[in-house]
């Protein structure tokens, strides 16, 4: 046994000697941080250093660890003075001397580049660049061998000779393997610096080629600092944060049972998410399919429809929408000012009063009529309704949809309805008009009679014509009221003393009958902006409900009193001013079960002979009020009579306008040698009126249609004897009426005076003499105080 353990004995010997004998000379370079550089006490530093030395404390392998510049460690290597390098990474040429390790570290490549250059990121972006490298590097190596990538390569001795070419635009960027920034030696100011995403190297030890003692050596100690986890320290104190660490199914061991359970909640997810969205498929399908069938009921019902996004300002608007204006689908745009433009400048500031009160939120939708203008310059009454489907957090409307109702067949439904309802008050009042006119007519006659055959002085018999000139202007009177009653056509809305209306609207309908009728008007009483002919309707038609209500008599009572009304207190009415109108009557009053009707068209509560009433009058009520923005309400008990309210809104800051009457009359001129000349068809009115001129001085000349006039008026010109004042009938059956014949005679003389007469009182040009050319107008029938004092005003 002796010689056994000698001999194992010796090899020991000969192993610790071996090993005793062999210390590796390792290579680190001395300015490559942070992979290796020297510290301030001269000793080598950074991942390389702190790497060899774990290495060198495993006890597998004796290292000496040696600092220098790259270049001196190649020649240093090349003759044999260091045993291996570290931070090698393998080529081609290197094989042909070199064995490699494992490797340790992965590396990206670094670029620097001026400020003011764009961000190179791939070494697709080299291309017509100069770029430069360390002479010998890795980098240098590899771009010679990919020809630049396109780029110029530009090779320089050390780090610091590249990073100032490249400041100073002799070159366009510098590349290196690694980033050299945490050098306190390199100056890289103004300078910024990023990885190439497709340069990456592994770096490993070298040693020479067959020294496989060595390369087993190194490599069992490397095994051994990764297994301890020494490695993973020292790659994160000094590589972690610039160098992404290669990763190893070891490092994803503690994360397996997470992970598993994070893509298993994935995958339900995803499951349940497939499942959410054949769900919202179909329920987006059958949402299409209603709006598809909610489209074609309005678009077969005639209505346009419209979608306004109130965030982008974008109207969607359909065909129908168009075509109702006259438009093809091209030719109107998407924006809310296609709509806005088109509306009637006096509808539009209750259509946007109307809308401003539902996107606040104020009603729950809203409908309102107003008119458009067409292509073709003409308007078109249209019903517009819509509503918000979609508010923000802050209750601002985000989507509005509606529709337009073409309303022209039920405006002129209900233009028919009014001339219906006319027709039917005619029957009413036509026995009491004849009766106060038969009475007015028998006074005129029997006066004029008792004159006739008067003996007496003149003083006896003037009582007698002033008593008929008396009646006369009753029947005038009552002649104005019938004018106001079947006035018709165009509404022609001013500011109107609602007083003074219903004293002139309301005795006519009264007329011959027993009610009675008491007017209470408060004072200061706010005007309206009325069509006074429409709402004059208005209230006839109340009183004439209340007479037929008391076929016996009685008393209908209306007050007019102004009121502020606060929202939502008559339904339908915003807050303001208005005028309240009460008309009660002591009628036998409504039934509860009646009451919703009375406005609906054709409802009536009387009884006409066999046949029942039309019910029109209240219908054309509500409507003439809704047109007026106003509103009209009933309270009644049955046998305790009825009462109806009518809410007008008041114009505060207008003034009423009165009839145009005849010029202002001044201080009576010398009469005498003034001539006038007079035109009308109208034989008895002619004389009349040429001799009562003739009696207040003046010279008369007469005409019997407006071509005589103009022909009399040249020839006066000829004979220098030119008229002062024409006096020229509106109308002439078959022949040049008053505005013709001034038009022609303005020809002749464009300083004529003219004054227009006509026994239609409610004519525009009547109304608005001057518009027309002419100084005046006098409404028939007047009296003479009226016809002098209006030629005295113009003479």
């Known amino acids: 046994m002796r010689y056994p353990l000698l001999s194992l004995l010796l090899l020991g010997l000969l192993i610790v000697a071996r090993l005793e004998a062999r210390v590796l000379r390792v290579g680190v370079e001395n300015n490559s941080p942070p992979l290796s550089f020297v510290d301030e006490n001269k ?38 003075d260091l045993d291996a390098l570290a931070n090698v990474t ?9 064995d490699f390790s494992i490797s340790h570290a992965y590396v990206h490549g670094v670029i620097y580049y001026r400020h003011d250059r764009p961000e190179v990121t791939h070494t697709s972006e080299f291309s017509g ?39 100073q635009g002799e070159i366009d960027a510098a590349l290196f393997i690694r980033s050299p920034a945490s050098s306190e030696n390199l100056d890289v100011e103004g300078l910024e610096w990023g990885f190439v995403d497709d340069i990456l190297h592994q770096y490993h030890f070298a040693v020479h080629k067959g020294d496989a003692e060595a390369l087993a050596q190194i490599n069992e100690a490397l095994a051994e600092i990764r297994a301890n986890g020494t490695f993973d320290r020292i790659y ?72 306004w996004d109130a965030r982008t300002g974008c109207v969607l608007r359909s065909k129908r929408w168009k075509e109702m204006l006259g438009y093809d689908e091209t030719e109107i745009g998407d924006g809310l000012n296609e709509w806005i433009d088109r509306v009637h ?15 606040t939120g104020k009603t729950a939708t809203f409908a309102v009529e107003h008119r458009l203008r067409c292509k073709d310059g003409s308007w078109k009454w249209i019903l517009n309704r819509g509503m918000v489907i979609s508010r923000d957090a802050h209750g601002a409307p985000q989507r509005i949809i509606g529709t337009h109702t073409d309303l022209s067949a039920a405006k002129q439904a209900e233009a028919d309805r009014l001339i219906l309802g006319k027709l039917e008050s005619t029957g009413v009042l036509a026995g009491g008009i004849a009766h106060d006119f038969n009475n007015l007519l028998t006074a005129i ?24 000139e008396k009646a006369a202007l009753a029947a005038r009177s009552l002649t104005q009221q019938l004018i106001t009653f079947a006035r018709g056509g165009a509404s022609v809305v001013r500011v109107t003393d609602i007083g003074a209306l219903l004293y002139e609207a309301i005795p006519l309908v009264l007329s011959g009958s027993t009610v009675r009728v008491d007017i209470r008007v408060a004072q200061n009483l706010w005007p309206a902006e009325v069509d006074s002919g429409q709402i004059g309707q208005v209230f006839r038609n109340l009183v004439l409900n209340a007479r037929e209500s008391m076929p016996r008599g009685g008393m209908v009572r209306i007050e007019a009193e102004n009121m502020s009304l606060p929202d939502g207190v008559v339904l339908g009415l915003p807050a303001g001013d208005y005028i309240k109108i009460a008309v009660a009557d002591e009628g036998e009053g409504i039934a509860p079960d009646k009451l919703a009707k009375i406005f609906d068209p054709y409802f009536s509560t009387k009884q006409r002979g066999p046949q029942k009433g039309m019910g029109l009058g209240l219908t054309i009520c509500h409507s003439i009020l809704q047109k007026h923005h106003g509103a009209i309400t009933a309270e009644s008990e049955a046998g305790k009579g009825a009462t109806f309210f009518v809410y007008l809104p008041a114009k505060r800051s207008g003034r009423p306008e009165g009839n145009v009457d005849s010029a202002t009359p001044i201080p009576s001129a010398e009469q005498e040698g003034k001539r006038i000349l007079v035109m009308d068809d109208e034989p008895i009115m002619l004389e009349s009126l040429c001799l009562a001129l003739r009696r207040m001085g003046y010279e008369v000349v007469e005409a019997p249609e407006g071509t ?28 040049l009426g008053g505005c013709e014949a001034l038009k022609a005679i303005r020809e002749l003389d464009p300083q004529a005076k003219a004054v227009v007469m006509s026994g239609y009182t409610d004519n525009a040009i009547m109304r608005d003499p001057a518009a027309a050319g002419f100084q005046g107008s006098l409404h028939k029938p007047f009296t003479g105080d009226a016809l002098n004092k209006l030629i005295n005003g113009l003479l």
Do not use: C
């Not at 009399?712 to 009938?729: C, I, K, S, W």
């Open 129 to 167: 660049k100069t770029v430069g490298t360390l002479i010998g590097s890795i980098a240098h190596t590899n771009a010679l061998t990919h020809d630049g990538w396109g780029a110029t390569i530009v090779p320089y001795s050390s780090w610091q000779e590249a990073l100032d070419a490249t400041r």
């Open 345 to 359: 400048p006096d509808d539009l500031p209750a259509v946007e009063a109307v809308r401003e009160r539902h996107e």
């Open 236 to 307: 994160a104190k000094w590589i972690g944060p610039l160098e992404p660490h290669p990763i190893r199914l070891a490092d994803l061991r503690p994360y397996y049972l997470p992970s598993t359970l994070v893509l298993v909640v994935v995958a339900g997810l995803i499951i349940w998410q497939r499942h959410m969205l054949r769900r919202l498929r179909g329920y987006t399908e059958r949402l299409r399919e209603s709006e598809e069938r909610w489209k074609f009921a309005l678009e077969g019902a005639g209505d346009g429809i419209w979608d």
């Open 708 to 735: 005589a006039a103009v022909k009399l008026y040249q020839e006066a010109l000829a004979g220098n004897r030119r008229f002062d004042l024409v006096l020229l009938d509106l109308t002439i059956p078959g022949g």
């Open 90 to 98: 393998i080529t081609q040429p290197r094989r042909a001397t070199m």
């Open 445 to 468: 006659l029997l006066n004029l009679d008792l004159a006739r055959h008067n003996k007496d002085t003149v003083a006896a018999i003037l009582p007698r014509i002033e008593a008929a």
């Open 43 to 80: 000793q080598p530093a950074g991942f390389s250093a702190e790497l060899l030395q774990a290495m060198n404390a495993t006890g597998k392998v004796r290292i000496e660890i040696v600092p220098n510049y790259w270049t001196q460690h190649l020649r240093g290597f090349a003759s044999g």
